[in-house]
Nanobody, 122 residues
Framework: QMQLVESGGGLVQAGGSLRLSCAGS????????LGWFRETPGQERKFVAA????????RYTDSVRGRFTISRDNAKNTVYLQMNSLKPEDTAIYYC???????????????WGRGTQVTVSS
């Protein structure tokens, strides 16, 4: 059974950058679509970015496109989210997740990490 563990969250000023990492163990990391989602209090978990197994395709939600970059290293069983030009509205708990299908819907992701807090101060 795959397990995912996020790291790299923290407190940063608006305009700054953070790089989130998500390390996977167990199969089938290299054949899974990997995604990042975020959640704020009182809100449902929302899609941020996804990357397919070969890393040839990626998708972003409109609010982060051009600022965030998702990447993966299958040799290291790790997926990354580089976040630049951060804004206070990016403040959330960020979760990585794995899916057997190409999807941006949280319902299609069966394996989730525990999340990492990102706080952007103004």
């Amino acid at each position: 059974q795959m397990q995912l563990v996020e790291s790299g969250g923290g407190l940063v000023q608006a305009g700054g950058s953070l790089r989130l990492s998500c390390a996977g163990s167990g199969r089938p990391f290299s054949t899974s679509t990997l995604g990042w989602f975020r959640e704020t209090p009182g809100q449902e978990r929302k899609f941020v970015a996804a990357i397919n197994s070969s890393a040839r395709s990626s998708r972003y939600t409109d609010s982060v496109r051009g600022r965030f970059t998702i990447s993966r290293d299958n040799a290291k069983n790790t997926v990354y989210l580089q976040m630049n030009s951060l804004k206070p509205e990016d403040t959330a708990i960020y979760y990585c997740a794995a899916s057997a299908v190409w999807s941006m819907r949280s319902i299609d992701y069966r394996t989730w990490g525990r999340g990492t807090q990102v706080t952007v101060s103004s």
